[in-house]
């Protein structure tokens, strides 16, 4: 938008003569006042294009984003039944009681845990099969819509069919049996030792081949005349991948951790599908929005439960602008455009 | 440019306007000025006999009543409390639903969703229908649903895996079910099926424990006082932790369902992979819809649950749900009471209870049913000297749920009895 006082400053910076000679733009020192008519009319149009372009995402988004946001923030206040207009006010109660239930700090927990998991384990993997994958290799191609195809997948399926597979008498424990490695067989969703890194097993196959794809893009991104320096200079394959694609992958790693981190602080549907609605807080695998839906909507707790989801989205807001603010900063700083240029 | 421009304005907004205007405004059915009647209704049955019934029992009606039609919807059964609360709150309910009772029913009428049926239950189906059930449907004296079978609960087992495993009577006492938990395992038979990934499943074992251990005026004070400081109720618990004790569940129960496909609880039973199930009366219906050939199972019998030493409840008391269904508030009312006074006639539960093999509320009905099972669930039912509602049910969604997750907790050797308890108190400031 533009702002009527920082075009004057700026017309008034322009007018003296000693600008004509250094910057050589003599057609750009007209008087001022001759602009201004034609200026605000362009100006009209300009805010009416925006208007028009712009108006039905902004009514989208206050009506399905801002609106919900707000309602839960004043249905947190109360306790409600989700039956009629929320009448009894308790203030930060809700609140209180959501940091002293000790179920809440496990789903905190579990979600640090996930987070933490997903980052680690699927990051250098993810790097390892980019790079693979960016080299001239019979059936390329084949193994790269292999790995994305998980991605494609729905949740749903995926949480079907993975619980199926690994139930207690599934085909899994069944494949161990007959390949001679009884010894593994295991309750891999009941335990609560192992659910959850049941989980984290389902969970980077499903999304690996995401960070992948990013990361060949990334990579289809550097020069390739900085290999063949390198290489002319006679850096190793290891040396060039170490001091070359590791940097200049760079933005695209930050990148691919923060939709990795968000996604783990909003992990619901595969926990949600493969455990149901009553035992991830058992087998280990709860996270806050497992949390939310059972307190809040099994439980008819509904103020409560809009409570939990003020929560929770404060918490993901927080950890979003501290690693916008202290990661990505130097990735975005160049690409954001100016109003009026 | 610019008129193009304004055009697209003026397009985007009436758009937005329609956009926003078609989201807040949803709603069931209703009546037309030429005297036809549109109803919506929600049930349970996804598949099989009992979905085919309601398609039935509603095409039926149509023919008889012409001015009024009835949309069946299948709702599965773990979604329909979650859906209905949200269509009851945005306004958008079904007209007639299936009615859980207890603390759900009192939650809905505290909220004026549910219309009083009181003056239209007509009087053959007062005298048909006996009171026992109605009670279960009433709150303060007004019903507010209407009956159609009677579930009580106790344990199915297979009467072939039993033979197998050389029981010869069933057991009576919880000292000859342990037994035949031994038996079963030494036969290499999984011995009870429980689907404690739905919760509920497992906590009915919690809540008939509690029927045996907690007198009658206890269980009926809880449901008042939502307080559980009664020292039976602690007994309850660790009697199923004695039991869980014994290991007696099928392996990986943590995370089998209660009703849905081969691998559930009752499609265990099913297809003989474990002998016993502690359910409720519906359970032949869902067993029958998954065995091989889709035919009730031929050597499935039931018994009631058995004694536990020490108890303060009645040995012989039982515990039970009342399926019924209700109108919702803005529902047409005369049409709909004649809709609900229809399903409970002679004819249409005898279909009923074929299509479900659950014990329908109308007693002349209930004379076809021929099943051993059904026979010994009826009997123990009308011998019963008090009937208790599902606890989960009876004392609401909120304790309910907590009741439930502390016994699956349990169950799964985390946490004690008395963190059951702990559990509902926690609860209880939540909401």
């Known amino acids: 938008m533009t702002n009527s006082l920082g075009e004057k400053t700026l017309a008034d910076q322009r007018s003296p003569e000693g600008l004509s000679v250094a910057g050589g733009g003599t057609r750009r020192v007209s008087p001022p006042a001759g602009v201004r008519p034609v200026r605000r009319s362009k100006r009209w149009g300009q805010r009416f294009e925006i208007a028009v372009l712009s108006g039905p995402a902004i009514i989208i988004f206050l009506a399905f984003v801002i609106l919900p946001v707000g309602l839960a923030a004043y249905y947190g206040f109360y306790r409600w039944k989700g039956y009629g207009v929320p009448t009894d006010f308790v203030g930060f109660g809700n609140y209180a009681l959501i940091f002293a239930d000790k179920a809440f700090h496990e789903v905190l927990a579990h979600n640090a845990v996930i987070l933490v998991l997903s980052l680690v384990l699927q990051g250098p993997l993810a790097i390892v099969l980019a790079l693979l994958l960016n080299q001239k290799i019979r059936g390329r191609s084949i193994i790269r819509v292999l790995i994305f195809v998980p991605y494609v997948i729905s949740e749903v399926i995926v949480g079907t069919g993975w619980s199926l597979m690994l139930q207690t008498n599934g085909a899994v424990n069944g ?38 794809i ?93 409570a939990v989801a003020v929560v929770i989205f404060i918490i993901s807001l927080t950890i979003a602008l501290i690693y916008q603010r202290f990661v990505l900063r130097r990735d975005t700083a160049g690409a954001l455009t100016e109003g009026h240029k | ?44 049955s996804t598949t099989g006999p009992g979905q085919a019934f309601w398609k039935k029992t509603v095409a039926d009606f149509e023919k008889t009543h012409k001015n009024i039609t009835i949309k069946v919807q299948s709702i599965q059964n773990e ?21 859980r009772g207890g603390g759900k029913m009192k939650a809905m009428v505290d ?30 004296g007004k019903t507010y649903a209407m009956p159609v ?35 079963l395992k030494a036969a290499g038979i999984a011995p009870i099926a429980v689907g404690a990934k739905d919760a509920w499943p497992a906590a009915h074992w919690f809540y008939n424990f509690a029927l045996r251990a907690c007198s009658e005026k206890t269980l009926n004070e809880a449901a008042a006082s939502l307080k559980f400081d009664d020292p039976c109720w602690t007994k309850a618990g660790e009697d199923v932790a004695a039991l869980n004790k014994t290991d007696p569940f099928n392996p990986g129960f943590l995370t089998t369902s209660a009703q849905q496909g081969a691998g559930s609880s009752a499609g265990l039973i099913a297809n003989h992979k474990a002998a016993m199930e502690l359910m409720g009366a519906w359970d032949p219906g869902v067993i029958a819809s998954l065995t091989p050939d889709k035919k009730p199972l031929p050597d499935l019998g039931w018994f009631p649950f058995p004694t536990v030493a020490g108890g303060k409840g009645d040995p012989a008391a039982i515990m039970g749900g009342v399926d019924g269904y209700s109108c919702s508030a803005k529902a047409p009312k005369e049409a709909c009471g004649e809709f609900l006074n229809y399903i409970v006639t002679q004819p249409v539960q005898e279909e009923y209870y074929k299509a479900f093999n659950a014990p329908p509320v109308n007693t002349a009905a209930q004379a076809i049913v021929t099943e051993s099972y059904l026979k010994s669930v ?54």
């Open chain 2, 111 to 140: 909220a004026g969703q549910v219309l009083a049926l009181d003056d239209l239950v007509s009087s053959e189906t007062k005298s048909a229908v006996g009171k026992g059930a109605f009670s279960a449907e009433q709150i303060d």
């Open chain 1, 214 to 306: 990013l990361f060949l893009a990334g990579l289809q991104s550097i020069p390739e005349e900085l290999f063949e320096a390198a290489a002319i200079d006679g850096a190793s394959y290891w040396q060039i991948q170490r001091r070359i694609t590791l940097p200049l992958l760079g933005p695209t790693i930050r990148i691919w951790a923060f939709l990795s981190i968000i996604g783990s602080l909003q992990l619901f549907d595969l926990v949600y599908i493969i455990w149901g609605q009553y035992v991830a807080s058992t087998a280990g695998t709860s996270t806050m929005a497992t949390y939310m839906v059972g307190q809040g909507r099994n439980a008819g707790n509904y103020g409560y439960g809009n």
């Open chain 2, 1 to 44: 440019m610019m008129r193009k421009l304004r055009g697209a304005a003026v397009l985007a907004l009436g758009l937005g306007t329609v956009l926003l205007a078609t989201g807040c405004s949803a709603g069931g059915g209703g009546s037309s000025s030429d005297g036809k009647v549109t109803m919506t209704m929600w049930q349970n």
């Open chain 1, 175 to 212: 494949l161990l049996g007959n390949i001679g490695l009884g010894a593994l067989k295991t309750d891999w969703l009941s335990d609560p030792k192992i659910a959850i890194w049941s989980l984290m097993l389902i969970i980077s196959w499903k999304y690996i081949g995401f960070a992948v």
């Open chain 2, 79 to 99: 979604d329909l409390d979650g859906k209905l609360q949200t269509a009851l709150n945005s306004g958008s309910a079904p007209d007639i639903f299936l009615q």
């Open chain 2, 149 to 183: 079978d009677v579930l009580p609960e106790g344990i199915y087992y297979s009467k072939d895996l039993f033979a197998q495993a050389g029981i010869t009577d069933t057991p009576k006492t919880i000292d000859e079910l342990n037994e035949a938990v031994d038996k």
């Open chain 2, 378 to 431: 009826i009997a123990a039912y009308n011998d019963a000297p008090y009937v208790s509602q599902y606890l989960d049910t009876n004392y609401g969604q909120n304790v309910g749920n907590a009741l439930n997750t502390g016994v699956v907790d349990l169950l799964a050797g985390k946490g004690n009895a008395s963190d059951i308890l702990t559990g509902v108190k926690d609860a209880a400031a939540k909401g």
